[in-house]
Protein backbone atom coordinates (compact mmCIF):
# COMPACT_ATOMS: atom_id res chain seq x y z
CA UNK A 1 0.00 0.00 0.00
CA UNK A 2 2.80 1.81 0.72
CA UNK A 3 4.10 1.53 -3.19
CA UNK A 4 0.66 2.35 -4.40
CA UNK A 5 0.62 5.42 -2.36
CA UNK A 6 3.77 6.77 -3.32
CA UNK A 7 3.03 6.52 -6.94
CA UNK A 8 0.03 7.87 -6.80
CA UNK A 9 1.35 11.29 -5.37
CA UNK A 10 3.60 11.81 -8.20
CA UNK A 11 2.44 14.75 -10.44
CA UNK A 12 1.73 14.75 -14.17
CA UNK A 13 3.07 17.70 -15.49
CA UNK A 14 1.28 18.56 -18.13
CA UNK A 15 -2.56 18.29 -16.07
CA UNK A 16 -0.28 19.32 -12.19
CA UNK A 17 -2.29 17.61 -11.00
CA UNK A 18 -1.20 13.70 -8.99
CA UNK A 19 -1.69 11.41 -10.87
CA UNK A 20 -3.87 9.21 -8.27
CA UNK A 21 -6.65 11.82 -8.17
CA UNK A 22 -7.53 11.59 -12.39
CA UNK A 23 -7.59 7.58 -12.40
CA UNK A 24 -3.94 7.23 -13.70
CA UNK A 25 -2.56 4.58 -11.33
CA UNK A 26 -3.14 0.89 -13.01
CA UNK A 27 -2.03 -2.40 -11.78
CA UNK A 28 0.95 -1.95 -8.74
CA UNK A 29 2.82 -5.57 -8.14
CA UNK A 30 4.80 -6.06 -5.45
CA UNK A 31 7.06 -8.89 -4.96
CA UNK A 32 10.04 -10.04 -3.04
CA UNK A 33 12.25 -9.75 -6.34
CA UNK A 34 10.95 -6.27 -7.43
CA UNK A 35 7.83 -4.03 -8.14
CA UNK A 36 5.83 -3.40 -11.25
CA UNK A 37 4.06 -0.48 -11.82
CA UNK A 38 1.48 0.39 -14.38
CA UNK A 39 0.84 4.18 -15.43
CA UNK A 40 -2.52 4.82 -17.52
CA UNK A 41 -2.45 7.66 -20.12
CA UNK A 42 -5.32 9.14 -21.48
CA UNK A 43 -3.99 8.68 -25.08
CA UNK A 44 -0.96 7.16 -26.76
CA UNK A 45 0.97 10.30 -27.46
CA UNK A 46 0.53 11.55 -24.26
CA UNK A 47 3.17 14.44 -24.15
CA UNK A 48 4.91 13.79 -20.66
CA UNK A 49 4.67 9.73 -20.21
CA UNK A 50 8.71 9.77 -20.30
CA UNK A 51 8.75 12.20 -17.11
CA UNK A 52 5.86 10.39 -15.08
CA UNK A 53 8.14 7.30 -15.72
CA UNK A 54 10.81 9.02 -14.36
CA UNK A 55 9.00 10.27 -11.39
CA UNK A 56 7.31 7.19 -10.29
CA UNK A 57 11.21 5.56 -10.16
CA UNK A 58 12.07 8.68 -8.03
CA UNK A 59 9.07 7.79 -5.73
CA UNK A 60 9.01 4.40 -5.45
CA UNK A 61 12.85 4.83 -4.78
CA UNK A 62 11.86 7.00 -1.94
CA UNK A 63 9.88 4.37 -0.65
CA UNK A 64 12.81 1.98 -0.60
CA UNK A 65 11.27 0.05 -3.82
CA UNK A 66 12.79 -0.59 -7.40
CA UNK A 67 10.06 -0.68 -9.55
CA UNK A 68 9.34 -1.26 -13.72
CA UNK A 69 7.23 0.99 -15.33
CA UNK A 70 4.61 0.27 -17.73
CA UNK A 71 2.67 2.92 -19.48
CA UNK A 72 -0.66 1.74 -21.16
CA UNK A 73 -2.78 3.48 -22.94
CA UNK A 74 -6.63 4.16 -21.21
CA UNK A 75 -9.90 3.39 -23.12
CA UNK A 76 -13.04 5.96 -24.03
CA UNK A 77 -14.19 5.38 -20.69
CA UNK A 78 -11.05 5.95 -18.55
CA UNK A 79 -9.85 9.17 -20.88
CA UNK A 80 -13.32 10.09 -20.36
CA UNK A 81 -12.84 9.31 -16.42
CA UNK A 82 -9.25 11.73 -16.97
CA UNK A 83 -11.86 14.89 -18.68
CA UNK A 84 -14.74 14.14 -15.60
CA UNK A 85 -12.06 14.76 -12.94
CA UNK A 86 -10.62 17.77 -15.03
CA UNK A 87 -14.31 19.23 -15.84
CA UNK A 88 -14.71 18.76 -11.71
CA UNK A 89 -12.47 20.92 -11.04
CA UNK A 90 -13.32 23.44 -13.77
CA UNK A 91 -16.69 23.55 -12.26
CA UNK A 92 -17.51 26.86 -10.36
CA UNK A 93 -17.66 26.98 -6.24
CA UNK A 94 -20.06 28.53 -4.10
CA UNK A 95 -23.03 30.07 -4.57
CA UNK A 96 -23.22 32.92 -7.40
CA UNK A 97 -19.80 32.26 -8.90
CA UNK A 98 -20.11 32.18 -12.81
CA UNK A 99 -16.59 31.62 -13.57
CA UNK A 100 -14.09 28.87 -13.38
CA UNK A 101 -12.35 29.02 -10.03
CA UNK A 102 -9.03 30.39 -11.34
CA UNK A 103 -11.38 33.96 -12.65
CA UNK A 104 -13.83 34.04 -9.21
CA UNK A 105 -13.77 36.83 -7.19
CA UNK A 106 -10.74 36.16 -4.73
CA UNK A 107 -9.00 33.60 -6.75
CA UNK A 108 -5.21 34.36 -6.65
CA UNK A 109 -4.87 33.96 -10.31
CA UNK A 110 -3.54 37.13 -11.81
CA UNK A 111 -4.90 38.07 -15.30
CA UNK A 112 -2.13 39.64 -17.15
CA UNK A 113 -3.94 41.27 -20.50
CA UNK A 114 -0.10 41.84 -22.85
CA UNK A 115 -1.43 44.46 -25.03
CA UNK A 116 -0.23 47.50 -27.73
CA UNK A 117 -1.79 49.59 -30.51
CA UNK A 118 0.08 48.15 -33.35
CA UNK A 119 2.15 45.41 -34.60
CA UNK A 120 5.58 44.76 -34.85
CA UNK A 121 6.59 46.14 -31.51
CA UNK A 122 7.45 42.70 -30.18
CA UNK A 123 4.56 42.38 -28.25
CA UNK A 124 4.61 38.55 -28.34
CA UNK A 125 8.41 38.08 -27.94
CA UNK A 126 7.44 40.10 -24.24
CA UNK A 127 4.63 37.96 -23.85
CA UNK A 128 6.70 34.59 -23.79
CA UNK A 129 9.44 35.86 -22.22
CA UNK A 130 7.71 37.40 -19.40
CA UNK A 131 5.85 34.29 -18.84
CA UNK A 132 9.10 32.02 -19.02
CA UNK A 133 10.57 34.58 -16.81
CA UNK A 134 8.22 34.21 -14.40
CA UNK A 135 7.87 30.18 -14.68
CA UNK A 136 11.71 30.76 -13.61
CA UNK A 137 11.12 32.60 -9.86
CA UNK A 138 8.63 29.54 -9.26
CA UNK A 139 5.35 30.83 -10.47
CA UNK A 140 2.84 28.84 -11.96
CA UNK A 141 2.22 30.59 -15.43
CA UNK A 142 -0.05 30.26 -18.16
CA UNK A 143 -0.33 32.16 -22.18
CA UNK A 144 -3.15 32.25 -23.86
CA UNK A 145 -2.56 33.62 -27.29
CA UNK A 146 -5.40 35.40 -28.09
CA UNK A 147 -4.15 37.38 -31.44
CA UNK A 148 -6.26 34.35 -33.27
CA UNK A 149 -5.23 36.02 -36.82
CA UNK A 150 -2.17 36.70 -36.43
CA UNK A 151 -0.94 33.76 -33.97
CA UNK A 152 2.77 33.26 -32.95
CA UNK A 153 3.51 31.67 -29.97
CA UNK A 154 3.25 28.11 -31.62
CA UNK A 155 6.30 28.70 -33.67
CA UNK A 156 8.11 30.62 -31.05
CA UNK A 157 7.90 28.34 -28.28
CA UNK A 158 8.26 25.14 -30.44
CA UNK A 159 6.55 22.83 -28.30
CA UNK A 160 7.23 19.50 -28.85
CA UNK A 161 3.65 18.29 -28.40
CA UNK A 162 0.29 19.84 -29.24
CA UNK A 163 -2.50 20.53 -26.52
CA UNK A 164 -4.33 17.30 -26.23
CA UNK A 165 -8.29 17.51 -26.19
CA UNK A 166 -10.28 15.26 -24.56
CA UNK A 167 -13.97 15.90 -25.41
CA UNK A 168 -15.04 19.00 -25.11
CA UNK A 169 -12.04 19.70 -22.45
CA UNK A 170 -8.34 20.85 -24.14
CA UNK A 171 -5.38 20.83 -22.36
CA UNK A 172 -2.69 22.99 -23.00
CA UNK A 173 0.55 21.95 -24.00
CA UNK A 174 3.47 21.99 -21.28
CA UNK A 175 6.92 23.58 -22.21
CA UNK A 176 9.53 25.95 -20.69
CA UNK A 177 7.45 25.38 -17.07
CA UNK A 178 4.91 27.06 -19.01
CA UNK A 179 0.86 26.49 -20.18
CA UNK A 180 0.40 27.25 -23.48
CA UNK A 181 -2.81 27.76 -25.98
CA UNK A 182 -3.17 28.85 -29.50
CA UNK A 183 -5.55 28.88 -32.45
CA UNK A 184 -1.89 28.18 -34.18
CA UNK A 185 -2.37 24.38 -33.08
CA UNK A 186 -5.51 23.89 -34.45
CA UNK A 187 -4.95 25.04 -37.74
CA UNK A 188 -2.28 24.90 -40.52
CA UNK A 189 0.18 27.42 -40.51
CA UNK A 190 -0.32 28.91 -43.73
CA UNK A 191 -4.33 29.13 -43.17
CA UNK A 192 -5.82 31.98 -42.57
CA UNK A 193 -8.60 32.53 -39.85
CA UNK A 194 -11.41 34.08 -41.43
CA UNK A 195 -14.65 34.97 -38.81
CA UNK A 196 -16.79 37.30 -37.63
CA UNK A 197 -17.52 38.49 -34.19
CA UNK A 198 -19.29 35.75 -32.73
CA UNK A 199 -16.78 33.07 -34.23
CA UNK A 200 -14.25 34.93 -32.48
CA UNK A 201 -16.09 35.60 -29.31
CA UNK A 202 -16.80 31.81 -28.68
CA UNK A 203 -13.09 30.58 -29.95
CA UNK A 204 -12.04 32.78 -27.08
CA UNK A 205 -14.05 32.70 -24.61
CA UNK A 206 -13.85 28.50 -24.77
CA UNK A 207 -10.37 28.87 -24.50
CA UNK A 208 -10.52 30.81 -21.17
CA UNK A 209 -13.20 28.48 -19.47
CA UNK A 210 -13.07 25.12 -20.81
CA UNK A 211 -9.63 24.49 -21.12
CA UNK A 212 -7.83 23.25 -18.20
CA UNK A 213 -5.02 25.84 -16.79
CA UNK A 214 -5.28 24.50 -13.13
CA UNK A 215 -4.96 27.16 -10.93
CA UNK A 216 -1.89 29.46 -12.20
CA UNK A 217 -0.37 32.21 -10.48
CA UNK A 218 -0.37 34.25 -13.44
CA UNK A 219 -2.38 33.34 -16.95
CA UNK A 220 -1.02 36.01 -19.72
CA UNK A 221 -3.00 36.86 -22.78
CA UNK A 222 -1.20 37.83 -25.70
CA UNK A 223 -3.64 40.38 -27.34
CA UNK A 224 -4.01 41.03 -30.78
CA UNK A 225 -2.42 44.84 -31.83
CA UNK A 226 -5.06 47.40 -31.34
CA UNK A 227 -8.36 47.55 -29.92
CA UNK A 228 -11.35 45.53 -30.83
CA UNK A 229 -13.42 41.86 -30.39
CA UNK A 230 -10.82 40.41 -28.25
CA UNK A 231 -10.21 42.96 -25.77
CA UNK A 232 -14.57 43.15 -25.87
CA UNK A 233 -15.00 39.45 -25.48
CA UNK A 234 -11.88 39.55 -22.68
CA UNK A 235 -13.67 42.19 -20.37
CA UNK A 236 -16.84 40.07 -20.48
CA UNK A 237 -15.05 36.76 -19.73
CA UNK A 238 -12.46 37.80 -17.57
CA UNK A 239 -13.52 39.70 -14.14
CA UNK A 240 -10.42 41.04 -13.99
CA UNK A 241 -7.59 41.79 -16.42
CA UNK A 242 -4.83 43.73 -16.13
CA UNK A 243 -2.94 45.66 -18.78
CA UNK A 244 0.44 45.99 -19.48
CA UNK A 245 1.75 48.23 -22.61
CA UNK A 246 4.20 47.25 -24.86
CA UNK A 247 5.51 50.34 -27.35
CA UNK A 248 9.06 51.11 -28.95
CA UNK A 249 10.90 54.31 -27.90
CA UNK A 250 9.65 56.39 -31.37
CA UNK A 251 7.06 59.15 -30.44
CA UNK A 252 4.20 57.58 -33.06
CA UNK A 253 4.60 54.27 -31.49
CA UNK A 254 4.13 55.69 -27.54
CA UNK A 255 0.85 57.65 -29.13
CA UNK A 256 -0.43 54.58 -30.76
CA UNK A 257 0.47 52.77 -27.88
CA UNK A 258 -1.48 55.41 -26.20
CA UNK A 259 -4.70 54.55 -27.33
CA UNK A 260 -4.51 51.07 -26.39
CA UNK A 261 -4.53 51.74 -22.72
CA UNK A 262 -7.11 54.00 -23.08
CA UNK A 263 -9.23 51.81 -24.82
CA UNK A 264 -8.63 49.18 -21.67
CA UNK A 265 -9.62 51.99 -19.36
CA UNK A 266 -12.54 52.91 -21.04
CA UNK A 267 -13.29 48.86 -20.69
CA UNK A 268 -12.59 49.25 -16.65
CA UNK A 269 -9.33 47.07 -16.79
CA UNK A 270 -6.63 48.66 -15.38
CA UNK A 271 -3.43 49.22 -16.64
CA UNK A 272 -0.10 48.40 -14.56
CA UNK A 273 2.36 49.43 -16.69
CA UNK A 274 4.44 50.02 -19.76
CA UNK A 275 7.18 47.75 -21.38
CA UNK A 276 9.13 49.51 -23.76
CA UNK A 277 10.64 46.77 -26.29
CA UNK A 278 13.83 47.43 -28.26
CA UNK A 279 15.11 50.44 -26.31
CA UNK A 280 18.98 50.52 -27.65
CA UNK A 281 21.20 48.38 -29.33
CA UNK A 282 24.71 47.98 -27.65
CA UNK A 283 27.68 47.36 -30.04
CA UNK A 284 30.71 45.44 -29.09
CA UNK A 285 32.84 48.24 -28.11
CA UNK A 286 29.77 49.71 -25.74
CA UNK A 287 28.41 52.60 -28.16
CA UNK A 288 24.94 52.21 -27.36
CA UNK A 289 22.42 53.09 -30.50
CA UNK A 290 18.57 54.36 -30.14
CA UNK A 291 17.95 52.77 -33.35
CA UNK A 292 13.78 54.01 -32.73
CA UNK A 293 14.75 57.26 -31.57
CA UNK A 294 14.03 57.24 -27.19
CA UNK A 295 11.74 58.84 -24.84
CA UNK A 296 8.65 56.92 -25.98
CA UNK A 297 8.34 54.53 -22.75
CA UNK A 298 8.90 57.27 -20.51
CA UNK A 299 6.72 59.80 -22.15
CA UNK A 300 3.37 56.78 -22.35
CA UNK A 301 3.91 55.97 -18.41
CA UNK A 302 4.06 59.35 -17.48
CA UNK A 303 0.74 60.10 -19.62
CA UNK A 304 -1.11 57.37 -18.10
CA UNK A 305 0.03 57.40 -14.72
CA UNK A 306 1.54 54.09 -14.27
CA UNK A 307 5.67 52.98 -13.93
CA UNK A 308 7.66 52.28 -17.13
CA UNK A 309 8.51 48.44 -16.13
CA UNK A 310 11.62 47.72 -18.17
CA UNK A 311 13.41 49.13 -21.13
CA UNK A 312 14.05 46.03 -22.77
CA UNK A 313 17.64 46.12 -24.66
CA UNK A 314 17.40 45.52 -28.83
CA UNK A 315 19.47 42.03 -29.41
CA UNK A 316 19.57 39.71 -32.21
CA UNK A 317 18.80 37.07 -29.70
CA UNK A 318 15.67 37.62 -28.78
CA UNK A 319 15.03 37.76 -32.48
CA UNK A 320 16.53 34.09 -33.13
CA UNK A 321 14.46 32.60 -30.15
CA UNK A 322 11.29 33.47 -31.51
CA UNK A 323 12.26 32.59 -35.01
CA UNK A 324 13.99 29.63 -33.55
CA UNK A 325 11.32 28.25 -30.97
CA UNK A 326 14.29 28.53 -27.96
CA UNK A 327 13.18 31.77 -26.67
CA UNK A 328 15.96 34.27 -24.94
CA UNK A 329 15.35 33.69 -21.67
CA UNK A 330 15.86 29.66 -22.23
CA UNK A 331 18.49 29.94 -24.70
CA UNK A 332 20.41 32.55 -22.60
CA UNK A 333 18.75 33.57 -19.51
CA UNK A 334 21.93 34.85 -18.01
CA UNK A 335 22.52 37.49 -20.80
CA UNK A 336 21.30 40.68 -20.82
CA UNK A 337 18.14 40.43 -22.60
CA UNK A 338 17.33 37.16 -20.32
CA UNK A 339 18.23 39.56 -17.19
CA UNK A 340 16.11 42.02 -18.36
CA UNK A 341 12.98 39.76 -18.58
CA UNK A 342 13.84 38.10 -15.15
CA UNK A 343 13.67 42.05 -13.85
CA UNK A 344 10.27 42.74 -15.50
CA UNK A 345 8.62 39.51 -14.02
CA UNK A 346 10.32 40.30 -10.90
CA UNK A 347 8.18 43.65 -10.81
CA UNK A 348 5.29 42.40 -12.21
CA UNK A 349 5.21 39.73 -9.41
CA UNK A 350 6.13 42.11 -6.89
CA UNK A 351 3.17 44.79 -7.85
CA UNK A 352 0.63 42.42 -6.58
CA UNK A 353 -2.54 41.78 -7.92
CA UNK A 354 -4.93 45.25 -8.98
CA UNK A 355 -7.62 44.29 -6.62
CA UNK A 356 -10.67 45.21 -9.00
CA UNK A 357 -13.26 43.47 -9.79
CA UNK A 358 -16.30 44.72 -11.82
CA UNK A 359 -19.76 43.77 -11.60
CA UNK A 360 -20.40 44.88 -15.29
CA UNK A 361 -19.69 46.01 -18.12
CA UNK A 362 -19.84 50.16 -19.24
CA UNK A 363 -19.20 51.76 -22.34
CA UNK A 364 -18.68 55.74 -22.78
Known sequence: MQLRDAVASVVDPQLDLAIGDVGMVGEVHEARGGATVEVRVPIATWPTAETLVARIEDAAGAAGRAVAVRVTTMDEAGARGVRDALRARMAPRGHGDQAVPFLARGAATRVLGVSSGKGGVGKSSVTVNLAIALAALGHRVGVLDADVYGFSVPKMVAAAAEPVVLGDTVVPTFAHGVRWLSMGWFVADDQPVIWRGPLLHKAITQ?????????????????????????????EVVP???VY??????????RVAQRSALAARKLRQPVRGVVE?????????GTRYELF????????????????????????????????????????????????????????AAQGPARVYRQELRLG
Open 207 to 235: FVTEAWWGEPDFLLVDMPPGTGDVALTLS
Open 240 to 242: SVE
Open 245 to 254: VVTTPQPAAQ
Open 277 to 285: NMSAFEGAD
Open 293 to 348: GRGGGEALAADLGVPLLAQLPFVVAIREGGDDGVPVTVADPGGPAGEAFRALATRV
